[in-house]
Nanobody, 126 residues
Framework: QVHMVESGGGLVQAGGSLRLSCTGS??????MGWFRQAPGKEREGVAC????????YYADSVKGRFTVSRDNAKNTMYLDMMSLKPEDTAMYYC?????????????????????WGQGTQVNVSS
């Protein structure tokens, strides 16, 4: 079992930036995903990155503004968020997909991701 810990959330004004981090032992072996959930809304896939870090995929809502990356030597994944909007306000979670080393076509559903962290809250004020 892989235990993930997210950090880096906070309060930021619209247009601002934040960097989220996700750490966990064994993270370097797995495809990783970032997800978010706002109150009253369903969980949304934000970004997915394969084990090698070469391929990354994004939700349309964040494409061009968010960048996912990883440092396998540090067992850490990052989410650099720019041009933040109030609608980005949510709890952000990371999780591994231990069944594959690449992002599946259905990664955004989150069905193959397990061992979710506690999340880190991002609040974007208008």
């Amino acid at each position: 079992q892989v235990h993930m810990v997210e950090s880096g959330g906070g309060l930021v004004q619209a247009g601002g930036s934040l960097r989220l981090s996700c750490t966990g032992s064994g993270l370097s072996f797995h495809t990783m995903g970032w997800f978010r959930q706002a109150p009253g809304k369903e969980r949304e896939g934000v970004a997915c990155i394969g084990r090698s870090g070469i391929n990354a995929y994004y939700a349309d809502s964040v494409k061009g503004r968010f960048t996912v990356s990883r440092d396998n030597a540090k067992n850490t994944m990052y989410l650099d968020m720019m041009s933040l909007k109030p609608e980005d306000t949510a709890m952000y979670y990371c999780a591994p997909d231990v069944s594959r080393t690449y992002c599946s076509a259905s990664w955004a559903r989150g069905d193959d991701f397990r061992d979710w962290g506690q999340g880190t809250q991002v609040n974007v004020s208008s």
